[in-house]
Nanobody, 129 residues
Framework: QVQLVESGGGSVQAGGSLRLSCAAS??????????MGWFRQAPGKEREAVAS????????YYADSVKGRFTISQDNAKNILYLQMNSLKPEDTAMYYC????????????????????WGQGTQLTVSS
């Protein structure tokens, strides 16, 4: 069973930077063959995609709201997914979740939560103005 554990969240002032990490374990297949991504959910709002990566397909997705500020990357050797966040804004405040698709996954789009089968518990990011 795949397990995902996020870390790196915290409180930061607007304009600052932070890097989130997601340690994945329990894989019986290569992480290159299935997408992984970051989603976020603010209080009273729906969960939304932030960034996703599918190395096997050579694809990366970014939400318009984070393009140019956030960078997703993946260390396959260590099974760690990263999200480098720069120029943070108060509207980035949310719980951030790591997600991974199964070995045999259905493509609903890299930005759709339906694509992902496994979820972490989340790490909180708070950006103050």
């Amino acid at each position: 069973q795949v397990q995902l554990v996020e870390s790196g969240g915290g409180s930061v002032q607007a304009g600052g930077s932070l890097r989130l990490s997601c340690a994945a374990s329990g894989y019986s297949y290569s992480t290159r063959g299935s997408p992984m991504g970051w989603f976020r959910q603010a209080p009273g709002k729906e969960r939304e995609a932030v960034a996703s990566i599918y190395i096997g397909g050579g694809s990366i997705y970014y939400a318009d709201s984070v393009k140019g500020r956030f960078t997703i990357s993946q260390d396959n050797a260590k099974n760690i997914l990263y999200l480098q966040m720069n120029s943070l804004k108060p509207e980035d405040t949310a719980m951030y979740y790591c997600a991974a698709a199964a070995k045999y996954w259905t493509n609903y789009g890299l930005g759709s939560p339906r694509t992902y089968n496994y979820w972490g518990q989340g790490t909180q990011l708070t950006v103050s103005s």
